[in-house]
Structure formats: structure tokens, C-alpha cells
């Protein structure tokens, strides 16, 4: 039973590939600054994505997207901030998605992408 830390790390694997399939270019992985970390940041044609991903085993505590709470969007935002700060990157559009990926045992795992699942 892989730890709390490889379970993400598993899950931020499977979501970049995820994204990468469906046509988004990523430009970041694991960006950390003071505030916090962004997991994924992409683009997508004029689109900058920031990403948030969270794996889970079951649903027992709920799907992986519902764990993206008002503070988590918050802080999400406040990251994006720091991050568009820091690197020459423009767009025309900003983006915050979620991916939620359930890891399922013997079976690949499933994934779900909610695009401009806040602003």
C-alpha cells in the first residue's frame, strides 16, 4: 500500500499524462514557493492552466474533486499570482481545473478533468 506522498505523486503522474494526451501542453510540475505548491501548470491553446490534482483510493471521504475546497481555491489563486510573478508567461485566458484521479486496484485508474471548475 504505497504512502499518502506516493499516492500524489502516482496521481500527479497519471493527471499530466492525462492532460498532455488531451492537447495541453505542461509548462510546470510541483512549483513551489513560500505560499504553497501548484501541481500542474499548462497551456492550452491561449489558455494558461493552473491545475490542481487530488488522488484518492475510494470515495469513502468523498470524490477527489470535491476536496478542492473555497480555501483551497484561495490559495490556488494566490499561488497562480506567484507564479505568473515569477515567469514570462502571458495569456490571454487564466484558467484553475481539477483533476480528480481514483486509484483503483487491478484496474486503471480513473480520471476526471472539470475545466474552469472556479475562477
Not at 503522474?13 to 510541483?30: C, E, H, Q, S, Y
Not at 484518492?56 to 497562480?80: F, I
Not at 481539477?98 to 486496484?105: D, Y
Request: with cysteine; aromatic share 6%; net charge neutral.
Amino acid at each position: 500500500m504505497p504512502t499518502t506522498i506516493e499516492l500524489g505523486v502516482h496521481g500527479e503522474r497519471i493527471a499530466a499524462a492525462f492532460l498532455t494526451d488531451a492537447g495541453l501542453r505542461v509548462l510546470d510540475r510541483n512549483w513551489r514557493c513560500r505560499d504553497g505548491e501548484l501541481d500542474i501548470v499548462a497551456r492550452d491553446g491561449d489558455a494558461l492552466v493552473f491545475c490542481e490534482v487530488k488522488t484518492r483510493r475510494g470515495v469513502d471521504y468523498g470524490h477527489p474533486v470535491e476536496a478542492v475546497t473555497a480555501v483551497k481555491q484561495r490559495r490556488l489563486r494566490t499561488l497562480a499570482q506567484r507564479w505568473l510573478a515569477a515567469h514570462d508567461e502571458h495569456a490571454a485566458d487564466l484558467r484553475f481545473d481539477v483533476v480528480g484521479v481514483l486509484v483503483r486496484p487491478d484496474r486503471p485508474a480513473l480520471v476526471t478533468h472539470l475545466r474552469a471548475a472556479f475562477s
